[in-house]
T-cell receptor, first 113, second 111 residues
Framework: KAGVTQTPRYLIKTRGQQVTLSCSPI?????VSWYQQTPGQGLQFLFE???????NKGNFPGRFSGRQFSNSRSEMNVSTLELGDSALYLC????????????FGSGTRLTVV | KQEVTQIPAALSVPEGENLVLNCSFT??????LQWFRQDPGKGLTSLLL?????REQTSGRLNASLDKSSGRSTLYIAASQPGDSATYLC??????????FGKGTRLSVIA
């Protein structure tokens, strides 16, 4: 059974640019959550999607947005990148038959220069 | 608002030692609690999931306990090995709300 797949693994962008990250959940999982991890702030919740609807949203500026497609794959977008957006972005999926908690992907390391 | 605290923040032990990592949470109305491991620069690997109706879960050398009434969970690692060196994170699921994480315990097992 394939795990949670995040692409790309690494990304280097310039300030002011925008970026799109992708997350493919475990087959059958309908919920996808996104987290930002930085050394200073730890893991911070960005948003959660369930059946293409945003179910929860964290305390991040509107530059951070996301969506979920009918096949449960999710994307998050960050516009007008700032140096402080450099972080590891993690995606987690949950749901499906039975409950097995959350499964995380390997993350996308974003560096803004 | 749920808050999760992990103590200690860092721990260094000699190989072979048994150890306990602590996690406390402020709101006992939880759905389940999950322990994760994270290696540097990597994603989170789920170690154990304890549902609210359970008291403990075991996997190999790992044992996690849950005491909802006191708002505490412990992760016990038996016979620690250098390969256990990582950051261990505790996360609380309160239902239709996001997972709330502690800041983690960074474990170093010295050979």
């Amino acid at each position: 059974k394939a795990g949670v797949t995040q692409t790309p693994r690494y990304l280097i962008k310039t300030r002011g640019q925008q970026v799109t990250l992708s997350c493919s959940p475990i087959s059958g999982h309908r919920s996808v959550s996104w987290y930002q991890q930085t050394p200073g702030q730890g893991l911070q919740f960005l948003f959660e999607y369930f059946s293409e609807t945003q179910r929860n949203k964290g305390n991040f500026p509107g530059r951070f947005s996301g969506r979920q497609f009918s096949n449960s794959r999710s994307e998050m977008n960050v516009s007008t990148l700032e140096l402080g957006d450099s972080a590891l972005y993690l995606c987690a999926s949950s749901g499906g038959t039975g409950y097995n908690g959350y499964t995380f992907g390997s993350g996308t390391r974003l560096t803004v220069v | 608002k749920q808050e999760v605290t992990q103590i200690p923040a860092a721990l260094s032990v000699p190989e072979g030692e048994n150890l306990v990592l602590n996690c406390s949470f402020t709101d006992s109305a939880i759905y389940n609690l999950q322990w994760f491991r994270q290696d540097p620069g990597k994603g989170l690997t789920s170690l154990l999931l304890i549902q609210s109706s359970q008291r403990e879960q075991t996997s190999g050398r790992l044992n996690a306990s849950l005491d909802k009434s006191s708002g505490r969970s412990t992760l016990y690692i038996a016979a620690s090995q250098p390969g256990d060196s990582a950051t261990y994170l505790c996360a609380v699921d309160s239902g239709n709300t996001p997972l709330v994480f502690g800041k983690g315990t960074r474990l170093s097992v010295i050979a």
